[in-house]
């Protein structure tokens, strides 16, 4: 077909401005196929339709795909959800200046592995094990790339071929299809489920152990939990009667070392029972780096060190970095490295009112205050929910329309429909994003029918 000539070259369309602009967001490379491919594409609708060529919806194709590209690039976002540590928006966010306190460090050389007392090989926890054991107590102390690294690593080094007892109302799923007994299978150790979903006693516990019993797993109850006719034993009282080749461990999950946030025991409150070891993340609670933090006796962690597995494991210098600068600053209480949650825990509800009345007020009529309740997150405790106001948009638009509206502005805003309502909460905003989500919702409310 003759008219297929009329067809841009590829090198015309990349020197677009529309088109050149994702050079920076995507790369010239993946922004030179995608005009490929989709030339490519229309080329071939036109073989078959014999339409004539209309450059306008070739560029609408490419621009689009284009966009879509965009979209899945992993960027900045604003959390109007009111969920504090939110997996799915990377949980908890890293204090800026701590990311710019480690700058030097990750982004030179570093004596990750090396001595500077005698030249030697040294070794990656340095100093992070004597500050994780002021922080949280604890022998010792070792670090992996996550919390399902860490059981695994545990279950891997002390249990394979042997049982683990776990109560039956603990063999949780958590996001991404985790489940507590396929991690057992795969690190090669054997389930032994005991209790039933609600009730579990001490007995169940000890008159499941024999021989080949290496571990009793006490695993954090994540986002869910059993109200009612329930019980749970006394974990002090359950450690103190294991005999002496049983382990304790114990999977504290979020990492809550808390004592504001209720119905969770912290992480110090179990090591003050002894355990063997207890595993967590530090990108939840704690709101560092991620990572799966393993406190516990000296000889086992130890003993997790020298697993081949560790290598497999074991996160980068970002990791450490990150980590140790922050525990540092929290142990000054210099406020440099404050923990977001217990900040917000403790505002008076007079300052959630006031950064909602700042939402409210650009237009008190399409955006109405509302008093609801906040969560921590982060598969911690789903029981524990807290006070603050959100702004509910008043508007014709379906609520999936104006929540995707939303979500494509940039930055992208995320907020939640509640009982057929859009909402959004300041109290995981910000004071720049707070601004920024101010100037979107002025136009907004000038723009949309409400």
């Known amino acids: 077909m003759r008219q297929l000539s009329q067809i841009?070259?590829?090198?015309?369309?990349?020197?677009?401005p529309e088109i050149e602009a994702y050079f920076t967001l995507l790369s010239r490379t993946i922004v030179a196929e995608i005009v490929k491919t989709q030339v490519k594409e229309y080329?071939?609708?036109?073989?078959?339709?014999?339409?004539?060529?209309?450059?306008?919806?070739?560029?609408?194709?490419?621009?689009?795909?284009?966009?879509?590209?965009?979209?899945?690039?992993i960027q900045p976002i604003i959390n109007a959800t009111g969920i504090v540590v939110h997996t799915n928006l990377?949980?908890?966010?890293?204090?800026?200046?701590?990311?710019?306190?480690?700058?030097?460090?990750?982004?030179?050389?570093s004596n990750l592995e090396l001595n500077l007392l005698n030249g030697k090989r040294g070794n990656r926890m340095g100093l992070l094990n004597q500050v994780l054991q002021a922080y949280f107590g604890g022998e010792s102390s070792i670090i992996v790339n996550n919390n399902a690294a860490a059981l695994h690593l545990i279950l891997?080094?002390?249990?394979?071929?042997?049982e683990v007892i776990v109560s039956r109302g603990e063999q949780i799923q958590i996001g991404g299809g985790f489940r507590i007994p396929d991690i057992l299978a795969d690190s090669g150790a054997i389930?032994?489920?005991?209790?039933?979903?609600?009730?579990?006693?001490?007995?169940?516990?000890?008159?499941?152990?024999?021989?080949?019993?290496?571990?009793?797993?006490?695993?954090?109850?994540?986002?869910?939990?059993?109200?009612?006719?329930?019980?749970?034993?006394?974990?002090?009282?359950?450690?103190?009667?294991?005999?002496?080749?049983?382990?304790?461990?114990?999977?504290?999950?979020?990492?809550?070392?808390?004592a504001a946030i209720p119905s969770e025991l912290s992480v110090n409150n179990y090591l003050k029972i002894e355990p063997d070891l207890i595993c967590f993340s530090g990108d939840k609670i704690l709101g560092g780096p991620q990572s799966g933090i393993i406190l516990g006796k000296k000889d086992k962690i130890n003993k997790l060190s020298k697993h081949p597995m560790m290598r497999v494991l074991r996160p980068g210098k970002e990791t450490y970095a990150l980590l140790e600068k922050i525990l540092i600053h929290r142990l000054n209480r210099d406020g440099k490295a404050d923990n977001s949650v217990e900040l917000l825990i403790?505002?008076?509800?007079?300052?959630?009112?006031?950064?909602?009345?700042?939402l409210a007020d650009i237009a008190p009529e399409k955006l109405v205050l509302k008093a609801t309740k906040f969560m921590v997150g982060g598969g911690s405790t789903p029981r524990a929910q807290f006070d603050t106001w959100a702004i509910s948009i008043n508007s014709n638009l379906h609520t999936s329309t104006l929540i995707e509206r939303l979500r494509n502005n940039n930055p992208p805003i995320i907020g939640v429909i509640q009982n057929d309502q859009v909402l959004l909460y300041p109290v995981t905003l910000s004071d720049e994003e707070l601004s920024i989500v101010k100037d979107y919702l002025t136009i907004l409310t000038t723009e949309i029918d409400f």
């Open 156 to 162: 891997k080094t002390f249990a394979e071929g042997k």
């Open 8 to 16: 841009p070259p590829i090198e015309k369309l990349l020197n677009l």
């Open 43 to 73: 080329r071939n609708e036109l073989v078959q339709t014999n339409q004539s060529v209309d450059i306008t919806l070739l560029l609408d194709k490419i621009l689009v795909k284009l966009a879509y590209q965009n979209k899945i690039r």
């Open 191 to 258: 389930l032994r489920d005991v209790g039933t979903t609600n009730i579990t006693t001490i007995d169940d516990y000890l008159n499941a152990i024999n021989d080949n019993t290496a571990i009793v797993l006490i695993v954090h109850q994540s986002n869910y939990y059993i109200e009612g006719f329930s019980q749970h034993v006394d974990i002090k009282q359950l450690a103190a009667n294991l005999p002496e080749h049983v382990m304790l461990v114990i999977d504290q999950g979020s990492g809550n070392h808390l």
């Open 346 to 358: 403790n505002q008076p509800l007079s300052w959630h009112l006031a950064r909602a009345k700042q």
């Open 90 to 109: 990377g949980r908890s966010p890293l204090p800026k200046a701590i990311w710019q306190e480690v700058g030097d460090i990750v982004c030179n050389y």
